[in-house]
């Protein structure tokens, strides 16, 4: 076995010295080009619904600029047109730090993969999810995604752009094949 790569197992907790990439769009970034802003880590809606997890892509199974050409490879939603890839920042977080967060239960791989490969949806063997407990949420939302955001700011992930478009070209053809 490979021991530079993590045994992948769905639903496992990431080893606290390990560190997790999120993506926040450029427009939730602060004018000084490095600090993201609270609605950055915050969870939609829809992430409440579906179990409080912030998606987030584990760096011991990918790089920042696989994690960015993955949004380039994938649709719009309701649409069969590619996302712009040109539209992301990505930080890196702590997985000690966010799970020494009351309010964060644990921070779990939850990899996507296609048994068939899928147009518009590529894997993604490091996504992984930062668990949250709805109740401790609740009564501190803000204080909480402040915390994080506080932690991210001095962690923006330099990309080579070069290497972004050569990943998204490899994704998008090997989805649709």
Do not use: C
């Not at 702590?94 to 899928?118: G, N, R």
């Amino acid at each position: 076995m490979d021991e530079s790569k993590p045994e992948l197992t769905f639903g496992m907790s990431l080893p606290n010295s390990d560190f997790v990439y999120r993506l926040i769009p450029k427009d939730l970034v602060e004018k000084d080009k490095f600090t993201p802003r609270i609605r950055g880590f915050s969870l939609s809606r829809e992430d409440k619904m579906q179990g409080y997890g912030l998606s987030v892509d584990w760096s011991s199974l990918t790089t920042p600029e696989e994690s960015i050409a993955r949004v380039g490879a994938s649709f719009k939603k309701d649409t069969i047109k590619y996302k712009d890839y040109n539209t992301k920042d990505i930080y890196s977080l702590s997985v000690s730090f966010l799970k020494s967060i009351e309010a964060i239960l644990d921070v779990v791989h939850d990899p996507k993969m296609y048994p068939t490969p899928i147009e518009g949806s590529p894997n993604n063997p490091s996504h992984s999810l930062v668990i949250f407990s709805p109740e401790e949420l609740e009564k501190n939302e803000t204080e909480i995604y402040s915390r994080i955001r506080e932690h991210a700011k001095d962690k923006k992930q330099t990309v080579n752009t070069k290497k972004i478009e050569e990943f998204v070209h490899v994704y998008r053809s090997t989805s649709n094949t």
